[in-house]
């Protein structure tokens, strides 16, 4: 299996690691996921479907209001929510959410290295995302 380790910035601290959910989309929490589920509902997103409880969520940044990230906060707290997020960059409304949710979350991440299915293992602490490519 192939292994490698990107560098970012650590925007929340922690470690988690765990199976990724890739989007190539921005991503909102408010109205984009159910919180009671953790499946992503947005209508034509290619995430459609997906649940992303016990993941780890990479994505490009977040779209949409500032209530998202309660609505972050509301899917972790209901136990559906991801283990950690891996961003390009950050944006004040996943940032809040996840602060306030005790996610580990990194960004200046070239997500493009990284497929749904991987295995990552994040040390926010030292702004770290260790992937673990999926045998195919």
């Given at each position: 299996?192939?292994?490698?380790?990107?560098?970012?910035r650590k925007i929340v601290e922690g470690k988690v690691e765990g199976e990724a959910l890739v989007s190539?989309?921005?991503?909102?929490?408010?109205?984009?996921?159910?919180?009671?589920?953790?499946?992503?509902i947005e209508r034509g997103h290619e995430l459609e479907g997906e649940c992303m409880q016990g993941?780890?969520?990479?994505?490009?940044?977040?779209?949409?209001?500032t209530g998202g990230s309660y609505m972050l906060f509301d899917v972790v707290k209901n136990g559906v929510g991801p283990l950690g997020i891996v961003n390009i960059e950050a944006?004040?409304?996943?940032?809040?959410?996840?602060?306030?949710?005790?996610?580990?979350?990194?960004?200046?991440?070239?997500?493009?290295?990284?497929?749904?299915?991987d295995y990552l293992i994040i040390?926010?602490?030292?702004?770290?995302?260790?992937?673990h490519k999926k045998e195919l």
């Amino acid at each position: 299996m192939d292994t490698m380790i990107l560098k970012g910035r650590k925007i929340v601290e922690g470690k988690v690691e765990g199976e990724a959910l890739v989007s190539k989309e921005p991503l909102s929490f408010m109205g984009s996921m159910n919180p009671k589920t953790g499946y992503i509902i947005e209508r034509g997103h290619e995430l459609e479907g997906e649940c992303m409880q016990g993941k780890i969520l990479v994505f490009p940044q977040s779209k949409g209001s500032t209530g998202g990230s309660y609505m972050l906060f509301d899917v972790v707290k209901n136990g559906v929510g991801p283990l950690g997020i891996v961003n390009i960059e950050a944006e004040s409304i996943v940032v809040i959410g996840a602060i306030v949710s005790d996610l580990p979350m990194v960004d200046e991440i070239d997500i493009s290295l990284i497929n749904t299915g991987d295995y990552l293992i994040i040390n926010a602490d030292e702004g770290t995302v260790e992937v673990h490519k999926k045998e195919l």
